[in-house]
């Protein structure tokens, strides 16, 4: 196209790029500030706009636990909004089940917020939920295709007699 009309649309390279055919390449350094400006101007050009599903959904990615012990539950809001205290439910091959968030926050590195609400294309950090683990879908969002791997492994702590259970738990 580009031989025979000297010049390519700029629908045709977005068409290119959204159906994952074409791979631009960019070169550069964040820390130089070199070639970022590109970057982001490609982005805002040639990405696809998301529209999120009116029904809540949300995909897990990573399981954590905070300094105080509090499992960790780390989100993409894949459709709708995610409040605190909404009951969340998942499970499918395992059973069914139903569970409450019970706060919602907000990391930004090892430091957080807490939040009411995310909207969909939001990440976010919930605690009260037990039962999932990273690629379940909740809501909505259901898991699709192979299982993704899980974490196996196992120990045991066995303490010295008259060992503090906490002191032993924070080390």
Request: hydrophobic share 35%.
């Amino acid at each position: 196209l580009y031989l025979r009309e000297g010049s390519i649309p700029d629908r045709r390279i977005r068409d290119l790029v959204r159906s994952r055919r074409l791979f631009p390449c960019f070169f550069g350094a964040a820390l130089r500030n070199e070639g970022v400006e590109p970057l982001l101007d490609h982005l805002a050009d040639y990405a696809a706009d998301i529209t999120y599903p009116g029904a809540f959904g949300a995909r897990v990615y990573k399981i954590a636990r905070d300094p105080q012990g509090s499992r960790l539950a780390f989100l993409k809001v894949t459709g709708g909004e995610l409040k605190a205290r909404d009951p969340i439910s998942g499970g499918a091959e395992d059973g069914a089940w139903t569970e409450k968030i019970a706060e919602i926050r907000q990391y930004s590195g090892a430091r957080y917020t807490t939040v009411s609400s995310v909207p969909a294309g939001g990440l976010c950090c919930v605690t009260g939920l037990s039962r999932v683990m990273p690629g379940d879908g909740l809501g909505a969002e259901r898991r699709e295709g192979e299982p993704t791997q899980r974490p196996c492994y196992a120990c045991r702590v066995i303490p010295e007699p008259g060992e503090d259970p906490h002191r032993v738990l924070e080390c």
